[in-house]
């Protein structure tokens, strides 16, 4: 096997790899060409040290906090925004539906520049977009809310390179129980950073009495991660961890990538199943503080709506039930994995089928007791972030190394399409329809619109329990590929849901 030449010093500096081509020319994914036989001579060494990769860790980790901490700031202060501009829920809704639907249009084209090109430039220069529009979002006037929207769509572009690549690094730092691990730490932080951006967005409007400065915080505390990925990120060869150091590389066209991923059923119905996730957690993100402070006001608990310690007490829960949640579902996905060998999709139904009571106790009781409201939301949230570490690992082991930044911005362009993009100004439309032109009712239309969410995590569940029936062929499939594991003698396995046999040659 000879070393490809890089020709552009944009794309990764080439070292020895394992190639999914044979000279023979069989296609992708044939046994023949299994990387087991591909294995070099000299003694492997890892490409990344162990020290430098638990740095990068912590740089990936602390830029994707700020990055969901920036996402949710918005919703800490959304009452604020509602009255400095006049607006109704609907056209609240959509500050998060264009921040979304620039984020989702634009991962694909950034899934395929990962797949092939130097992914720390990538990131460098996304976080870089993010941090000059969320600071210039931070200084619009009561007649620019047009200018607000397109700067928070603009800070989406920045997101989707860095959301789209970084897991792929850690893919390829870290193999089995390891990166199980590093994968829940990276995705405990998507719900740590949403509650802290609650916590801070409202604390800095309070503290300055102005709702702009909560926009302000994290652009700052950008800037450092910036300068830390610039430092001390590398750019790890592909496929590094499962090859001992080597990576692996192949040519395809976006098209043969995109064809593979849609033979592979567990990640079809996998992306279904976050899609259905995205929806939910994106509509009670961006609502139930909203939702709440009204509840205070029906109870005549308070005298108008906009009550800081909701957002206070809401981001607490967020990042409390995040971290659990996540410690919780990828301890029971290392328990039980190799035991049972669909557990992780299993994890997940479980996950979101038993939030949806949690819901619906939730929406109903909230007009009658706060404290009972937030155990219920405590106990949902806890359930559903059972999801975010174990989906995260599906996707890294059910897909070849070469193709995962565009199988990660395939499931981000789905799941905030048809998830978080639209169902924040979804539910804002229904709460607008149900009692037009009422300020009184604003509660109970908030209320029953929200009775969206429960039967969107049922759908959910169901996905997830699909998934769990292809799982274990997919999974046997890429490690056979990768050479992790011997394949049967003389006995061929049944043929798995991603196509591995050369049908031209049969």
């Known amino acids: 096997m000879e070393p490809r030449a890089s020709v552009t010093s944009f794309k990764d500096i080439p070292v020895r790899r394992w190639s999914l081509r044979s000279s023979c020319s069989l296609p992708y994914g ?28 912590f740089v990936l980790c602390y830029v994707n906090l700020l990055n969901y901490m920036e996402r949710y700031t918005i919703a800490g202060v959304l009452t604020d925004i509602q009255k400095f501009f006049d607006i109704k829920d609907s056209t609240a809704g959509l500050l998060q539906t264009v921040f979304i639907c620039s984020f989702l249009l634009l991962a694909p084209l950034f899934g395929y520049l990962g797949d092939r090109y130097n992914r720390k430039y990538i990131m460098i220069g996304g976080l870089s977009v993010w941090l000059l529009t969320a600071t210039a ?28 690549v970084a897991p792929t690094i850690i893919s390829d730092l870290f193999t089995g129980g390891k990166r199980s691990i590093m994968i829940c730490i990276f995705y405990i932080f998507i719900p740590v950073g949403s509650g802290l951006g609650y916590i801070t967005g409202r604390g800095f409007a309070s503290l300055t009495g102005d709702w702009h400065w909560a926009l302000r915080i994290t652009p700052i505390m950008g800037a450092v991660g910036l300068i830390l990925m610039i430092v001390l990120c590398p750019n790890p060869p592909r496929g590094a961890a499962e090859t001992h150091g080597e990576g692996v590389t192949e040519q395809s066209s976006y098209l043969e990538d995109v064809k593979y991923l849609l033979k592979n059923k567990s990640y ?49 829960v967020t990042v409390a039930t995040g971290i659990l949640g996540g410690a919780l579902g990828t301890s029971l ?39 009972a409201t937030y155990v219920f939301i405590f106990l949902g949230e806890l359930l559903l972030s059972l999801n975010w570490a174990v989906l995260a690992d599906i996707l890294l082991y059910v897909v070849v190394p070469t193709r995962r930044a565009t199988a990660e911005a395939l499931q981000i362009t789905v799941g905030h399409l048809l998830g978080d993009a639209g169902s924040p100004y979804l539910l804002g439309v229904i709460s607008d329809a149900i009692y037009p032109g009422s300020p009184d009712r604003n509660f109970d239309s908030l209320k029953y619109s929200l009775l969206l969410c429960p039967v969107v995590g049922i759908v959910g569940g169901v996905f997830f329990v699909v998934t769990a029936v292809y799982i274990a062929e997919d999974r046997k499939a890429v490690q056979q590929l990768l050479g992790e594991e011997p394949q049967p003698p003389q006995h061929p396995a049944p043929e798995p849901s991603v196509e591995l046999s050369n049908r031209g040659n049969v």
């Open 30 to 57: 044939s046994f023949a060409n299994s990387l087991a036989s591909l294995a070099p001579d000299a003694e492997e060494k890892p490409a990344i040290s162990p020290k430098r990769a638990y740095v990068t860790m």
């Open 268 to 316: 079809v119905w996998s992306s279904l199943g976050v899609t259905a996730l995205a929806f939910l957690t994106g509509a009670l993100a961006f609502w139930l503080p909203n939702f709440l402070s009204r509840a205070r006001v029906y109870q005549k608990l308070s005298d108008k709506p906009g009550d800081s310690s909701d957002s206070y007490i809401f981001g607490a």
């Open 137 to 164: 979002s931070s200084f619009v006037n009561e007649s620019q809310f047009w200018l607000l929207a397109l700067l928070r769509g603009l800070v989406g572009t920045g997101e989707a390179s860095y959301s789209t």
């Open 333 to 371: 996905s290392r328990r039980f994995r190799d035991k049972v060998p669909n557990a992780d999709p299993l994890i997940c139904a479980v996950g979101m089928l038993g939030s949806v009571p949690c819901l619906f106790i939730t929406i109903f009781v909230a007009s009658a007791s706060i404290p």
